[in-house]
């Protein structure tokens, strides 16, 4: 790739991508494009080319698991059939809601809407104890606001009031579709909103939300159930797991401390509003065409797309959501391998070696703090490719073609939610994959230590044998080191080596770590971004394992015979390449914990002395930073 040397000195981002950034067309259907999104392209086409080809028998599904997935895929692409099922599928959950009078009247649905994955005012999930990471606990939340965050809600917010209109807007066309009169309709929609209102006060932003240390608020039983006078929370849960828990884990006690004044029969109309819109909003997309173009109207206006995805393509990720780990091992086995597999493991292993040794000598920590660092990396769980075995949830989903899509759609949320409570007081299962092995990304998940890679991110620009060893630790390397990082960011570093909520540093070394990781706050905070500005708290978590990423990479990279540390450079900008809408660029800054792509690419660089030397950057050039504003934490 011919890159202008002289460039990089004012804009590494704008020398390495500029040219393709000028030519690149974001689609229509799509708020983005550039690295990571042409991959999801690639890998879209080549697998729906595939499942095309099962659909016709030209290719034999090889397994039941994989025949049940082609059922619904060949069920979500009938759309001549949903024509004529017209609003026959939703129907008989509004006329449910329509039946209610009281949250009484809730209370004897509730159980089975929460199965069902129908809206509720309260969020429950199945995770490890924070503070016991071996055994699974009951996590309790507060459901979603309508606008992105509720930092939308604030007076002198200027996106707020032309996305409650395209909100409303696309309401009242799918309410008058459903035979709700003009009346009902403005009446429904307003008190809808009045009620999505009144939960702001007590819900997290997102800055909040990515504080991992405030989510841990365990209360008993009787403390929980005392949170509402109104809903039977004891009954309730009691149904979901089969006991009275002695633990649950509370994420946002400000909004269950205020839950009675939210949840009471003084305030009933306007919760069986918002019960009517969000069942509409979500279950419309498995409707007819009008029903699923319309239902797209506002989170297109929330992402800047054109267009609607195509039906063939709504289709498949549909269908491949509700079998993700199915498609992610058909994908693994066939497009990725064992030997690739094998190869990219042994990277992960290198590059925790390498970390091991940043670490044994790292001049500001303790010995002691150091010591349970280089701990919690030897137990570090490696996940890379693809599980070796699906789920066995997968083998409990069965697809009947005389139902509707969207029946079919609901009984396997109901099978799944019901597989994830009957987890509920059992060991965790470590090895357990969270994302598809076809998904483009990866993780670190601090409450099991561990780091996962699936197939579909281990390909050029981040990996290929055809990359020289700089461009693969610039690419596939940083990210790798980035993941392994995240054990040690401000969120990660408060768990220990099991997963456990545990202080495991001296309280110097603590507040120096927090002194550090205020200086990367600093460094993003404010920063200018697509008429916004960047906030550094939402994102110092993912900056960190940046910083860390980037540098342990680079180290691993310089260990090479080969070592050129201008294509690792470079390779690092390439694969944060991005063009996308402004108000999906709006959109991130206000809600995403990852600091905006070209801000990734060209601020960590600038905290590395290799970076000045590989391009020759001086004092005066705009990608200089001075050496006393450089942060280096890992």
């Given amino acids: 790739m011919a890159v202008n040397e002289k460039l990089i000195k004012s804009d590494l981002y704008e020398a390495v991508n500029g040219e393709w950034i000028k030519t690149a067309k974001i689609p229509d259907d799509k708020p983005a494009t550039g690295g990571f999104n042409d991959l999801v392209d690639e890998i879209d086409k080549l697998l729906m080319g595939d499942f095309d080809q099962m659909v016709d ?44 009078q009281s949250f009484s009247d809730y209370q004897a649905i509730y159980v089975d809407w929460i199965k ?17 990471a071996r055994v699974n606990a009951l996590f309790t939340a507060a459901p979603n606001l309508i606008l992105p965050d509720k930092t939308y809600y604030e007076d002198g917010n200027q996106s707020a009031p032309a996305l409650i209109a395209v909100f409303s807007k696309m309401m009242t066309e799918l309410l008058s579709k ?111 065409e009008d ?78 703090t150091r010591d349970k660092a280089v701990l919690k990396l030897s137990k570090l769980g490696i996940q890379v490719g693809f599980p070796d075995k699906i789920d066995a949830l997968y083998q409990k ?14 009984i396997a949320t109901k099978v799944a939610r019901e597989d994830m409570f009957a987890k509920w007081n059992q060991p965790v299962d470590r090895n357990q994959w969270e994302m598809s092995a076809a998904t483009v990304n990866a993780y670190y998940h ?3 230590n561990i780091i996962v890679f699936p197939a579909a991110i281990l390909q050029a620009p981040f990996y290929s044998l055809k990359q020289s060893s700089s461009e693969n630790y610039g690419g596939i390397g940083a990210v790798i080191a980035h993941e392994i990082s995240h054990a040690f960011d401000n969120n990660g570093a408060l768990f220990d080596e099991y997963g456990n909520l545990n202080n495991w540093w001296t309280t110097a070394d603590l507040d120096h770590f927090k002194a550090l990781s205020q200086s990367m706050i600093a460094e993003f905070d404010g920063l200018e971004y697509a008429g916004q500005k960047v906030n550094g708290k939402l994102t110092v978590s993912e900056n960190i394992a940046d910083a860390g990423g980037l540098s342990c990479a680079l180290e691993a990279a310089e260990s090479e015979a080969d070592v050129d540390t201008k294509a690792f450079f470079i390779n690092w900008s390439t694969i944060w390449r991005m063009k996308a809408t ?26 590395l002395p290799e970076f000045y030397h590989a391009f020759d950057i001086q004092p005066g050039d705009p990608m200089y930073l001075e050496p006393e504003k450089r942060v280096n934490i890992w």
Avoid: C
């Fill in 116 to 132: 069902h994955g129908l809206p509720s005012p309260i969020a429950f999930d199945i995770d490890a104890d924070m503070k016991n």
């Fill in 178 to 288: 459903l035979n709700y009169s003009d009346q009902q309709t403005k009446q429904i929609i307003e008190q809808g909103l009045k009620f999505d209102r009144s939960l702001v006060p007590y819900v997290k932003s997102a800055e909040e939300s990515a504080d991992y240390s405030k989510m841990y608020n365990p209360k008993t039983n009787a403390e929980f159930v005392a949170y509402s006078s109104t809903l039977d929370l004891g009954a309730t849960i009691n149904d979901l797991v089969g006991a009275q828990p002695e633990k649950i884990i509370v994420t946002e006690p400000k909004y269950f401390e205020a839950l009675d004044k939210i949840i009471n029969d003084d305030h009933f109309a306007e919760f069986k509003s918002w019960l009517i819109i969000q069942t509409v909003r979500g279950l419309s997309s498995y409707l007819s």
């Fill in 397 to 410: 989903l069965h697809v009947d073609s005389t139902k509707t899509l969207l029946a079919n759609e609901l």
């Fill in 446 to 448: 601090p409450f099991r």
């Fill in 57 to 100: 028998n030209k290719i034999q599904p090889d397994n039941d698991m994989m025949k049940e997935f082609i059922k619904l895929y060949q069920l979500a692409s009938d759309f001549d059939r949903r024509e004529q099922e017209k609003t026959e599928p939703l129907d008989q959950y509004l006329t449910k809601i329509d039946g209610l």
């Fill in 582 to 607: 402004e108000q999906y660029m709006q959109l991130l800054l206000s809600i995403d914990v990852h600091a905006p792509a070209k801000l990734r690419a060209n601020v960590q660089v600038k905290n």
């Fill in 291 to 368: 029903f699923r173009v319309i239902s797209g109207q506002y989170s297109r206006a929330l992402s800047g797309s054109k267009a609607p995805m195509k039906q063939k393509k709504f289709a498949y990720y549909l269908a491949a959501g509700t079998f993700d780990q199915v498609v992610g091992d058909y994908y693994g086995h066939k497009y990725f391998g064992e030997t690739a597999k094998n190869d990219v493991h042994q990277m992960v292993e290198k590059m925790i070696s390498v970390y091991q040794h940043r670490l044994a000598n790292n001049t500001w920590l303790s010995k002691e």
